[in-house]
């Protein structure tokens, strides 16, 4: 596969490999955080830390949008099939989160709930078109990468008139979540940050400045593939071993500075900022989600259907707070593997592929047997 | 045979409609007509309520499966075929050579005849070519809405050759690992034609019968071949995972051994697929005495079949009967038990 083999390539692998282990200081640990599940994800499916010097380490941070969803956001989309009777559209990766009563959305598809797994907000358009008397909403979630097409799908809904589509809109932000783990009242200890690859090219490169001068911390923007999580952390080693608190692009393919203006637009004709939300792990964060903006709110699902805000309630021992704010690693909780399984996830971690603990459990478990 | 009826089913433009599964005339016909005329032979003629054969000495191998896939005509087969060669996997996976097998029709009302002879039509020569004919069968109709055009359920018997004793549980720390092509063919080709993720492949599903296959892995080294599996729902990985659980082993397999074709690493990029895990209906994992591998090898890729066989790792001691896996990358990590369904209704 042109453009993904090349950066998958097991010569150029083991050489970045001798490169990395020349580099580090053998007297120094560098905690890398990778932002993204979709490093995380890389990280272990390829087995990139077996090519990593011990004295690396990679902390996983809380770029997984179905990890940092609360669970009363899952627990309302289920009130709107039980009680509104609605077809909900979602990507089937929200499918098997547990809301706070343990239900999910599997489950409640199980109980005759409308929910249909969608792979484009597209595919809900034309739900909503071949439904005409039926409501439908879109559970939309994601970063700065799924709000563009979300905002696309509700300008669409806005010039055919398709009254009977909403959004449930839980779209968050990336450098709000950064900032708080940089914030956070008891910091985690982190030299420097692999950072969003799909996001920035976005959003760009240039909103993560004001944090590497900040906060003094090194940013890396990296793409998701194997070869480019190595050839970032190479960067961030670089830096850290300078003595740098730089803003560098390895994902150059993808990402400029500016990012993509017009879907930056688009966005900001859409949405507007909400004053706060809450994210999973991470509480209440001020300015870090999206809603829709006044001339849009006739297609907000929250505007159209009554849905009191529901508090999370996150199984007792569940670790992915901690997780997620890269304060511990999946092998600490005590449910992972236990009670908590792929199968049967407590915590939103395990739920998605993209999820630490999933990613832990499923590919790398083998370290710790 | 048709004149007993007023007037022949209508294959243009009919379709199954309730009276065909109530056991008067209609179905009758529609037996005569279309199951018995294309899976024509001498125990189906004799219309009993069951087929009556003399068995061989030995042991018999018997398995059913249900078939459930939709779309129901798929690039490189349809239902009708898939439900002959799925069931007769399921039986030569024991070693066996399959002799006769049995068929159950769910019909759902509507269902244009012009499908269903269509799919009969398939079902008959994939029988036909594998020298295993159709014996008995069962018809039933359910109401509109209550099926999804047709659903079929295969049983295959077979008898076992003296000597072979290959099983799940017979992996053994040192055995190697074979497997017959590429994998994911068949999952990918039923995505690419599934409505609502449509989009360009020329990959076509692999099904096909692999008792020939099986064959000749029995007379080249019966007594070393120890497990074989065809990795259908679930992949490979699933197929792995279960032999090590069976044989409470762990297994090492090498990523860059394991052949993927372009197109196939391509769709599960898109779509975020794991090949290891997407279903196969024309390929089987061998599990054999280290020293018979390399010949084993050789037989497989004599046969049409195995081609494009290999040897992808070897079984090892492990408590955890981990299955683990050397990244094409450099790395290591499992391949763990699949979560969750990748896709419904694959076969």
């Given at each position: 596969m042109k453009y993904i083999d090349e950066f998958r390539q097991h010569d150029v692998a083991q050489k970045l490999a001798q490169?990395?282990?020349?580099?580090?200081?053998?007297?120094?640990?560098?905690?890398?955080?990778?932002?993204?599940?979709?490093h995380t994800h890389a990280i272990f499916r390829y087995g990139v830390q077996d090519l990593m010097p011990s004295n690396v380490e990679f902390i996983h941070g809380p770029g997984c949008p179905v990890c940092v969803l609360p669970t009363g956001r899952i627990d309302n989309a289920i009130q709107l099939v039980e009680q509104h009777d609605v077809i909900l559209c979602t990507y089937a990766d929200l499918m098997r989160v547990p809301g706070g009563g343990r239900q999910s959305l599997l489950k409640a598809k199980a109980a005759d709930g409308d929910i249909r797994m969608v792979y484009s907000t597209q595919d809900a358009l034309k739900i909503a078109r071949d439904n005409p008397d039926r409501q439908v909403v879109f559970f939309a979630i994601g970063f700065e990468t799924t709000t563009p097409p979300t905002a696309v799908a509700i300008k669409q809904a806005q010039s055919e008139g398709l009254g009977n589509f909403s959004v449930f809109c839980n779209h968050v932000l990336t450098p709000a979540a950064?900032?708080?783990?940089?914030?956070?009242?008891?910091?985690?200890?982190i030299d420097g940050f692999l950072g969003p690859s799909h996001v920035s090219s976005v959003i760009g490169s240039k909103p993560y400045e004001t944090f590497s001068e900040q906060y003094a911390k090194p940013i890396v923007i990296a793409g998701f593939e194997p070869l480019d999580v190595m050839q970032s952390a190479l960067m961030l080693i670089r830096q850290l071993n300078d003595g740098r608190h730089e803003v560098e692009n390895e994902y150059s393919r993808a990402v400029t500075r500016d990012g993509n203006v017009k879907a930056q637009a688009l966005m900001a004709e859409v949405f507007e900022l909400r004053p706060q939300f809450e994210w999973r792990g991470l509480g209440l964060i001020p300015n870090s989600a999206l809603k829709l903006q006044a001339g849009f709110a006739y297609f907000d699902a929250e505007q159209r259907f009554e849905m009191p805000a529901i508090k999370a309630n996150d199984v007792?021992?569940?670790e992915c707070p901690a997780i997620l704010r890269g304060a511990k690693k999946p092998q600490d909780c005590k449910l992972l593997g236990t009670v908590c399984t792929p199968e049967n996830p407590m915590g939103s971690c395990m739920v998605s592929s993209e999820g630490a603990c999933a990613a832990y459990w499923s590919y790398g478990r083998l370290r710790q047997g | 045979m048709s004149e007993r009826y007023a007037t022949p089913l209508n294959l243009k433009s009919g379709h199954v409609d309730l009276s065909h599964g109530s056991g008067g005339r209609?179905?009758?016909?529609?037996?005569?007509?279309?199951?018995?005329?294309?899976?024509?032979?001498?125990?189906?003629?004799?219309?009993?309520d069951q087929a009556l054969f003399n068995v061989p000495a030995g042991r018999l191998a018997i398995s059913t499966d249900g078939h459930v896939i939709s779309p129901l005509f798929f690039p490189g087969g349809d239902i009708g075929s898939l439900a002959v060669h799925g069931t007769l996997n399921d039986v030569a996976m024991s070693g066996a050579k399959p002799l006769y097998l049995a068929a159950g029709f769910?019909?759902?009302?509507?269902?244009?005849?012009?499908?269903?002879?269509?799919?009969?039509?398939?079902?008959?020569?994939?029988a036909k070519a594998a020298g295993t004919p159709i014996v008995t069968g069962d018809?039933?109709?359910?109401?509109?809405?209550?099926?999804?055009?047709?659903?079929?359920?295969?049983?295959g018997v077979g008898v076992v050759p003296e000597g072979v004793n290959i099983s799940g549980d017979q992996a053994r720390p040192g055995h190697a690992i074979l497997v017959s092509g590429s994998i994911g063919d068949h999952g990918v080709a039923i995505m690419a034609s599934r409505e609502n993720l449509q989009f360009q492949t020329s990959i076509v599903s692999d099904s096909a019968a692999l008792h020939g296959l099986v064959a000749d892995l029995v007379a080249t080294a019966p007594s070393a071949l120890r497990c074989l599996r065809d990795p259908t729902r679930g992949g490979l990985a699933t197929a792995l995972n279960e032999l090590a659980k069976q044989s409470c082993v762990g297994m090492v397999i090498d990523e860059a051994k394991i052949l993927v074709k372009a197109e196939v690493k391509a769709a599960c990029e898109i779509l975020g697929l794991d090949p290891l895990y997407v279903a196969n209906e024309g390929k089987l994992v061998c599990i054999c005495d280290a020293d018979a591998a390399e010949e084993l090898l050789a037989a497989m890729r004599r046969h049409p079949l195995g081609r494009d066989a290999a040897i992808i790792g070897q079984v090892i001691e492990d408590p955890h009967g981990f299955v683990q896996m050397t990244t094409a990358?450099?790395?290591?990590?499992?391949?763990?038990?699949?979560?969750?369904?990748?896709?419904?209704?694959?076969c």
């Amino acid at each position: 596969m042109k453009y993904i083999d090349e950066f998958r390539q097991h010569d150029v692998a083991q050489k970045l490999a001798q490169v990395i282990a020349q580099a580090v200081k053998p007297e120094r640990h560098y905690r890398l955080m990778e932002f993204c599940g979709g490093h995380t994800h890389a990280i272990f499916r390829y087995g990139v830390q077996d090519l990593m010097p011990s004295n690396v380490e990679f902390i996983h941070g809380p770029g997984c949008p179905v990890c940092v969803l609360p669970t009363g956001r899952i627990d309302n989309a289920i009130q709107l099939v039980e009680q509104h009777d609605v077809i909900l559209c979602t990507y089937a990766d929200l499918m098997r989160v547990p809301g706070g009563g343990r239900q999910s959305l599997l489950k409640a598809k199980a109980a005759d709930g409308d929910i249909r797994m969608v792979y484009s907000t597209q595919d809900a358009l034309k739900i909503a078109r071949d439904n005409p008397d039926r409501q439908v909403v879109f559970f939309a979630i994601g970063f700065e990468t799924t709000t563009p097409p979300t905002a696309v799908a509700i300008k669409q809904a806005q010039s055919e008139g398709l009254g009977n589509f909403s959004v449930f809109c839980n779209h968050v932000l990336t450098p709000a979540a950064m900032r708080a783990i940089l914030d956070a009242p008891e910091p985690v200890s982190i030299d420097g940050f692999l950072g969003p690859s799909h996001v920035s090219s976005v959003i760009g490169s240039k909103p993560y400045e004001t944090f590497s001068e900040q906060y003094a911390k090194p940013i890396v923007i990296a793409g998701f593939e194997p070869l480019d999580v190595m050839q970032s952390a190479l960067m961030l080693i670089r830096q850290l071993n300078d003595g740098r608190h730089e803003v560098e692009n390895e994902y150059s393919r993808a990402v400029t500075r500016d990012g993509n203006v017009k879907a930056q637009a688009l966005m900001a004709e859409v949405f507007e900022l909400r004053p706060q939300f809450e994210w999973r792990g991470l509480g209440l964060i001020p300015n870090s989600a999206l809603k829709l903006q006044a001339g849009f709110a006739y297609f907000d699902a929250e505007q159209r259907f009554e849905m009191p805000a529901i508090k999370a309630n996150d199984v007792k021992g569940c670790e992915c707070p901690a997780i997620l704010r890269g304060a511990k690693k999946p092998q600490d909780c005590k449910l992972l593997g236990t009670v908590c399984t792929p199968e049967n996830p407590m915590g939103s971690c395990m739920v998605s592929s993209e999820g630490a603990c999933a990613a832990y459990w499923s590919y790398g478990r083998l370290r710790q047997g | 045979m048709s004149e007993r009826y007023a007037t022949p089913l209508n294959l243009k433009s009919g379709h199954v409609d309730l009276s065909h599964g109530s056991g008067g005339r209609a179905m009758a016909q529609l037996i005569d007509e279309l199951f018995i005329k294309h899976f024509d032979n001498d125990l189906l003629r004799q219309h009993n309520d069951q087929a009556l054969f003399n068995v061989p000495a030995g042991r018999l191998a018997i398995s059913t499966d249900g078939h459930v896939i939709s779309p129901l005509f798929f690039p490189g087969g349809d239902i009708g075929s898939l439900a002959v060669h799925g069931t007769l996997n399921d039986v030569a996976m024991s070693g066996a050579k399959p002799l006769y097998l049995a068929a159950g029709f769910i019909l759902e009302e509507g269902l244009p005849l012009a499908d269903l002879e269509r799919i009969v039509i398939s079902m008959a020569a994939a029988a036909k070519a594998a020298g295993t004919p159709i014996v008995t069968g069962d018809t039933k109709v359910v109401e509109r809405g209550k099926g999804d055009g047709v659903f079929i359920t295969t049983t295959g018997v077979g008898v076992v050759p003296e000597g072979v004793n290959i099983s799940g549980d017979q992996a053994r720390p040192g055995h190697a690992i074979l497997v017959s092509g590429s994998i994911g063919d068949h999952g990918v080709a039923i995505m690419a034609s599934r409505e609502n993720l449509q989009f360009q492949t020329s990959i076509v599903s692999d099904s096909a019968a692999l008792h020939g296959l099986v064959a000749d892995l029995v007379a080249t080294a019966p007594s070393a071949l120890r497990c074989l599996r065809d990795p259908t729902r679930g992949g490979l990985a699933t197929a792995l995972n279960e032999l090590a659980k069976q044989s409470c082993v762990g297994m090492v397999i090498d990523e860059a051994k394991i052949l993927v074709k372009a197109e196939v690493k391509a769709a599960c990029e898109i779509l975020g697929l794991d090949p290891l895990y997407v279903a196969n209906e024309g390929k089987l994992v061998c599990i054999c005495d280290a020293d018979a591998a390399e010949e084993l090898l050789a037989a497989m890729r004599r046969h049409p079949l195995g081609r494009d066989a290999a040897i992808i790792g070897q079984v090892i001691e492990d408590p955890h009967g981990f299955v683990q896996m050397t990244t094409a990358f450099g790395g290591r990590r499992i391949v763990d038990w699949p979560v969750g369904e990748q896709l419904p209704r694959i076969c």
